[in-house]
């Protein structure tokens, strides 16, 4: 079977894209996989990482405000479009997979008129505009929320989660996890994540927290690359001086790590992309969830609003965080064992870590039929 993935622009079409590709690798069937990506966009770095074989698309962003790049944007989906009717002619493949972003709007729409089955997955409980424009012609929809089906034909929408690595859910004990990351086994964990970028804002409020609570608890941080450095320059004094909690902070968490990191934590604050909250879920933990305000259509706000409904988890909204609110939110579960417990219940009920197998299997019973 020949299989080609389409989606970028940011990690959060990407890596779902890349789960897929590796739920096809797991199945029993040989299949070739083709990776067909903005040239200048992170999927070109990444996919050719992962082991797939990458063609590049012409692509542009759109703006939120109508300018002369539009015309450019416009003329970018064209040429795209063409680069992508050249890579079907000679790949030929099956069927497609697009997992968003606006890279994917030139090969789906190539694919679906060239009669080749199509699947486009939405992550986020706000539809991504490509997403919304190419559902007219799609012949599958995979969503990652259930708020989000109704945004879409109900005759060819399939709720199925947010695809996500295979190896999320550590086969390793918690003691074993916290003894490899070099944290304390009897600690209460903290897991922050602001995404594999980090989050200036999140990470300064956790950082305040960490120097002043009186909380015996430790907190593996991954504060981005690009913030390390200022990190540990302004904070690193003020944490250790505090004796009573644990930090330690990286620049980020490796792919074998972050199974690790999930295992060994009681807790966890992040940022709401679909993906972080899709891994968190699948891994049945309760968390601290602060949306990123900028993200488009305040996608983020309505992922964790999702989350916090179930029952998986808090929303706490950047505008109103302090340190001293976070730690009082820590408090409360650190205090109420039976409260975390009820809410890391509600997180895995919600949790799909088969979401990237169920998609494959579609992608196949449609290309067979």
């Given at each position: 079977m020949k299989i080609i993935l389409t989606g970028g622009g940011t990690g959060g079409h990407i890596f779902p894209a890349i789960a897929i590709a590796q739920a096809f690798k797991d199945s029993e069937s040989d299949h070739e996989i083709l990776y067909a990506g903005s040239r200048d966009g992170m999927e070109s770095k990444i996919a050719p990482d992962a082991g797939l074989t990458f063609q590049g698309v012409t692509a542009r962003k759109l703006r939120k405000v109508i300018s002369?790049?539009?015309?450019?944007?416009?003329?970018?989906?064209?040429?795209?479009?063409?680069d992508a009717k050249g890579i079907l002619k000679q790949f030929r493949p099956d069927v497609v997979v697009g997992t968003g972003g606006y890279v994917?709007?030139?090969?789906?729409?190539?694919?679906?008129?060239?009669?080749?089955?199509?699947?486009?997955v939405e992550e986020n409980a706000i539809p991504g505009r490509t997403n919304l424009w190419l559902s007219q012609w799609a012949t599958r929809i995979c969503v990652g929320f259930e708020k989000v089906q109704k945004e879409f034909p109900d005759h060819k929408?399939?709720?199925?989660?947010?695809p996500i690595r295979n190896d999320i859910l550590s086969d390793a004990t918690k003691l074993e996890a916290r003894k490899s990351l070099e944290l304390d086994a009897d600690r209460f964990t903290i897991l922050t994540l602001g995404g594999s970028q980090g989050a200036q804002k999140l990470n300064e409020v956790v950082a305040e927290m960490a120097s002043a609570t009186q909380l015996p608890i430790q907190i593996?941080?991954?504060?981005?690359?690009?913030?390390?450095?200022?990190?540990?320059?302004?904070?690193?004094?003020?944490?250790r001086a505090n004796s009573t909690v644990r930090h330690r902070a990286i620049p980020f968490l490796s792919k074998t790590q972050i199974p690790l990191a999930y295992r060994s934590s009681d807790l966890v604050i992040c940022r709401c992309g679909a993906s972080t909250l899709a891994e968190i879920t699948a891994?049945?933990?309760?968390?601290?969830?602060?949306?990123?305000?900028?993200?488009?259509?305040d996608h983020q706000t309505a992922n964790a609003s999702a989350v916090a409904k179930a029952g998986g988890g808090v929303l706490l909204p950047q505008i109103n965080l302090t340190a001293k609110l976070l730690d009082q939110q820590i408090k409360s579960f650190y205090d109420d064992k039976d409260k975390l417990f009820e809410m890391a219940n509600a997180s895995k009920k919600i949790g799909h870590p088969d979401a990237a197998k169920i998609i494959a299997e579609l992608a196949l019973e449609l290309a067979s039929s």
């Open positions: 002369l790049d539009t015309v450019q944007v416009i003329l970018s989906l064209f040429k795209g479009y063409g994917a709007a030139s090969v789906v729409l190539a694919a679906a008129n060239s009669r080749i089955p199509t699947i486009i929408t399939l709720m199925t989660g947010v593996l941080h991954q504060v981005g690359d690009k913030n390390i450095d200022d990190f540990k320059t302004h904070w690193g004094k003020s944490i891994c049945g933990l309760p968390c601290l969830m602060v949306p990123l305000p900028t993200a488009y259509a």
